[in-house]
């Protein structure tokens, strides 16, 4: 049990990523904000901004840079807007009823950011004594991360500075929590300790991207959920079926408290712009993979412009408009967002129904059943583009699905 209690509004929750510099033409968060309304018709819980922070100018990437080399942490990037905009916006999501968390990237800095010269000793260095580019392990290669330098949390000045800096956006912004950027090569203690300051100011919500267990301890509300993501792109792929999905649900990778939130989604801003986009990992199967990452355990993402079928990977370093064409899927995600958010089957955590596999006779197709307060949902996926027979003697079309509920 975490040390601090889930808010209560995250129990129903759902998460949209909010990309602001492709989200419109102008690229700003004040034209942004003209979206809220339709977010909040669609069902939107909570909104998760990607950082809005000034870019680092040296060694920036492409034309406009990285999020996620940030230059100054207590101020907005101007292309977007200004600290007022951003304190508008926040104050119109939560008179909807939406929160807004912002991502949080703790763990490098642009290379002019002014920390490197005024508290150089905060950064890891080389053999040779110099600031150097950040280099990440992903476990099959090492990544020169060229436009940022890795900060030293050896170093027992920064943990005060960085957390004074997070503190900064409660207090002048009124946030309700922060995503935070590669959280597992940060010490743990550091988001304990950060989190505990934070609970004075206010309750808030915290997501790691990472999948470790402990730090749902006294640090974090929710975890990124891998493994389902690679699942359902293997099912998508016509590799895998039922016998996966029971794998993953019966014996998981790894084991997480009893009411660890987890993070589902078919996909997020880094599987989008470098691995593929919607319709090259799952084609036609993309509306039967959705309803499965909405309804099985965990807190289900939209990116932003999945709701209109964002067939295009966004470049991550220029401008590159989302196009919303027609919407296709926001009626879609309309349902699975209000089910959530009705159906006490599918709370997150705990609170929410345990899964029960059921039998349809075949792999094909994959049927389970949550129960909650007395209240049952019971979800039939095809996981073929083939029609499929089911146990009652229907048919059901291929990518297609069933949900009933009591």
């Not at 510099?21 to 942004?32: D, F, S, V």
């Not at 999020?67 to 990037?77: G, M």
């Not at 912002?102 to 490197?116: E, I, R």
């Not at 007395?374 to 146990?391: M, Y």
Request: net charge negative; with cysteine.
């Amino acid at each position: 049990m975490s040390l601090f209690p889930h808010v209560d509004w995250s129990r129903h929750a759902n998460i949209y990523e909010v990309n602001v510099r492709q989200y419109t033409p102008q690229g700003t968060l004040n034209a942004m904000a003209k979206h809220l309304p339709r977010l909040q018709k669609m069902g939107v819980s909570i909104l998760w901004f990607m950082p809005i922070q000034p870019i680092g100018q040296l060694k920036r990437k492409g034309c406009l840079g990285s999020y996620y080399a940030i230059r100054d942490y207590t101020a907005v990037n101007p292309e977007f807007g200004t600290m007022a905009d951003f304190c508008a916006l926040v104050q119109q999501a939560h008179a909807l009823g939406m929160k807004v968390i912002l991502d949080w990237v703790a763990n490098h800095t642009a290379w002019d950011h002014v920390w490197t010269q005024q508290h150089p000793e905060w950064y890891l260095k080389n053999d040779q004594g110099e600031i150097h580019s950040y280099l990440y392990d992903n476990g099959t290669e090492i990544e020169d991360w060229s436009d940022v330098c890795g900060l030293d949390y050896q170093q027992p000045a920064l943990w005060p500075a960085m957390t004074e800096a997070m503190l900064y956006w409660l207090r002048e912004a009124d946030v309700d929590g922060f995503r935070c950027d590669v959280a597992g090569l940060l010490p743990t203690l550091f988001w304990e300790q950060a989190r505990t300051q934070m609970e004075q100011i206010k309750p808030v919500f915290m997501l790691a991207e990472w999948a470790d267990p402990g730090l749902h301890a006294k640090a974090f509300d929710m975890t990124y959920d891998w493994s389902l993501h690679e699942v359902l792109k293997k099912i998508a792929r016509g590799e895998g079926d039922a016998r996966d999905l029971r794998t993953y649900l019966e014996q998981p990778e790894k084991l997480y408290p009893a009411d660890a939130y987890r993070m589902t989604f078919t996909a997020n801003h880094d599987t989008n712009s470098w691995h593929g986009h919607d319709g090259a990992h799952y084609g036609a199967a993309f509306r039967a993979m959705a309803v499965l990452a909405a309804t099985l355990p965990g807190m289900p993402l939209v990116y932003s412009g999945q709701e209109s079928g964002l067939n295009q990977q966004l470049a991550f370093f220029e401008k590159d408009e989302i196009d919303w064409g027609t919407d296709a899927h926001a009626d879609f995600y309309a349902g699975l967002l209000h089910l959530k958010k009705s159906h006490p089957a599918l709370r997150n955590g705990a609170l929410g129904g345990s899964v029960e596999i059921m039998e349809t006779g075949h792999t094909g197709v994959f049927r389970f059943q949550r129960v909650s307060e007395g209240r049952s949902i019971q979800v039939t996926v095809n996981l073929t583009g083939q029609a499929q027979p089911l146990p009652e003697g229907e048919k059901l079309a291929g990518w297609s699905w069933s949900i009933v509920q009591t």
